[in-house]
């Protein structure tokens, strides 16, 4: 580790200048982005979008994405070194534009080359998508040899457009690139914004922004939500401390009141969320609250103990076929058909077993040994429950249908809507065990493991009970989450729990930020609601979200809002040095690395 | 099979061996359609398994230059993370270039039929299958034992750093890993060809998974281990649900091969936390 030091050097050594970009990256950029693009084009995207107006009529989706590529390679390529200490900060100036522009230059050649061998040649025997519909879109209805030119120029201009934003001031930046953002939010996701438009009574706004509703966004909507939303980022921009910080230098009584005012507001608001958005969007609320809540558990697991658990869907089938047997009347083999608010002790029980029967055999393992262990177990649940052998008990592939909806007492809880409020409780529930036993004596040996389980036990943490009582507290945690899943579809089949759902757990807390709790809540929306509302891209979803993992984990490994100590472990000084040497290093072997640090 | 040095999961491995096999088919149906692939199908069979070894080993060494290079000296869950990014990526990635549809291989005359051998039947093309994987595993044992490269990607496999030091260039080094790792799996997708004629963008996910676990079953940085552990899982897989469940008058037994290949998975490594042949090495690691 790096240590930490805050204190200024004394500023009599000069600094060094930190070299300026280097064209050669510019142009490997390039070359990487022309196969980005021709990917892009020859995968389907590009033809499949074209109908689709980002903001009608003059910026159709499918070539939007085509020079949105550029336009990253540009900006990558424009990406000033990391400034690192005792040396001068980079300089940006023509140089980045004109790198930018160069990787977009060669991005379009590489769309160019494939357009002329699309006309040469007819390649659709191999891949599928290279349809004389894809030579319309990309040569815009030119002659190919005006097209290449004319592509080419897009691109390098998307480049330097991508490189420019790197000059842009910094308060001018951080406002107008949300405010993009909030301008493809609006586009891409018309129907939620409809539907929020009907239900708060505003629908004026729906003929203000769309061309109908659950249309594309007009000009005057871009221009709208852009405008607005700049004004709002600029306004905050300008603050030079955020509420966070303010609301930490109140005086003790009056920061409770603001905090207590504050969960309140956030109550309401999520009181009415269901009956504003109605089903639909209700029904993908409540699988992320689903998710959520297995993500709460397994961040148990595998952030604080450290315990790599692949199978951990083993965990969510269990509570959800222990849900099923004991409230439907469908059960094949014992049906005693109580209700599932009595049902959940033994769902409880029934998760803790599991959790124990899973945590046993690995107490001796680490590592992969215990992940891949896991997943066999979760292959083994999911296996069984599917066998004819057990069918007589589980129901087999047929699963078990007919699972009564949710009751308490008067209340029943049968459309999404309902199910809104009792997963949100658990959900509350979950957070709050979190964070509770965060600092507990269970949650200090858990991390304590996580650091060195050989050093933990030299000290006197019982591993045996640490590993067991993660493992339980992260198997109750899921079951609930199962049993809210089986009552809520009304019925259980054992192909929902497959690998894929351990995987996306997974996932989901690791690009949230693992150990935060909001970081975990923001990865579900994230990774469950935005692919449930964006159906029409459900074709391409996966390559989207294999992109997105790979490009945040690159740039952000610790998640969205990572807790304190683990942004800490991946942004070590140390790691900003190897990446500079890696760039720039071979060049001047002499004095590499830096010696100002005191 | 080159999990070992790498030490983490590649889910990736198992897309890279699909794109092999994906290559494997296009070649073949090309060649299927000259004269070549009757008048001389061992020739052929070579090019094919040139093809699928060439493309797999490129997009190897494009996967690790873009998703793990970067990420060297991260905790090893960022890894892990865009190792199940790549997978997908290359996975919707091959069902946009060529589609969802499922490819059926085209036969190879030759290696139709079957033989008799000392009271088995056996298929032809199992048994090229078979030589053909006997024959890459001792290239590679010899490789990775007798060679210079490969003594440089044990010592990387074993200290990463103290390797640095004497000199070997762990880059390269772990690039040639890759490399090597990612011609396995494209001879692996060709002969895959072979013996399940069907093939589509989601055949990798569950071989790749297969291959990890042998890999742990065998004990992690041992390419002997490796070995074995494919072999016993794929004993496990295939006698164990007939041996040991059809005892018991447990109906459709064949559906439970993979809680057999599980279980035996857990009961090996409750007893031998590390693998069948688990150094030492990897105990005091952790």
New interface residues.
Partial sequence: MSQVVDAPVPVEVELRPTPPIEMRRAVRLGLSGAAAMV?VA????VATFQPRMVIDPIVPLGTMFLYLVAFAFGWMAAQPPPTLEGFAPAVVGMRNVVAGALAGLLAGLGVGVLLILMTVFDLRG????LSPELVEILSLGLPVGAAVAVIALISAAAGALGAGVHLIPTRFRRSLMPALIWVAFFSLLTDLFGQLFVGLKIDFMIDLLYTSRGGALTVVGAVVVLVLFFALYWYLGGRDNTLRERVQAMPKDKRVRWQIGAAALILVVLYFIPKLMGPFVSQILVTAGIYLLMALGLNIV?GYAGL?DLGYVAFFAVGAYAGAILTSPQSPALSPELTLVAAIPFVMIAAAIAGIVVAT?VI??????L???T???G??AR??L????LAPYFGGAQGITNIPDLQVGPLTFSTPQDYFYPVFLFVLLAAYITLAVQNSRWGRAWMAMRED??VAEAMGVNIVTAKLSAFVVGAVLASFGGALFGSQIGSVFPHSFD?VVS?TI??II??GG?GSVPGVTLGALVLIVLPNLLREFSE?Q??F??????AM??KR?EGFIPSKRRAQ??HSEE?AQ??WLEIYGEKDQVETVPEGRA | MVYGVLRFINFAHGEVFMVGAMMAFYVASGLSTTSLWTSNPIVSLLIVLLASMITSTSVAVIIERIAYRPLRGAPRLIPLITSIGASFTIQYLVRGLVGPSTKAFPRIEPLRGTFEFGGFVILRSQVVVIVAALAMMLLLYLFVEKTRTGKSMRAVSEDAETAALMGIDVDRTIVKVFAVGGAMAGVAGALWGLVFPSLNFFSGFLPGIKAFTSAVLGGIGNIVGAMLGGVSLGIFESVGPSLVLAGYEIPAFSQLKDVVAYSALVLVLIFRPTGILGERLAQERG
């Avoid at chain 1, 020859?42 to 995207?45: V, Y």
């Avoid at chain 1, 599917?386 to 052998?389: A, P």
């Fill in positions: 990917l020859a995968t389907g995207i191999v891949f599928i998508e595998v790599l055999p001796r393992m680490r590592g992969d040994y992940a891949i262990v997943l066999g177990f292959e083994i296996i069984l599917n066998s004819e052998w389980e050989s690998i995987i997974l996932v690791i690009v693992m391409f996966f390559l979200y294999g992109v997105l993992l790979i984990m690159l490994p472990e991946l790691l190897d990446a």
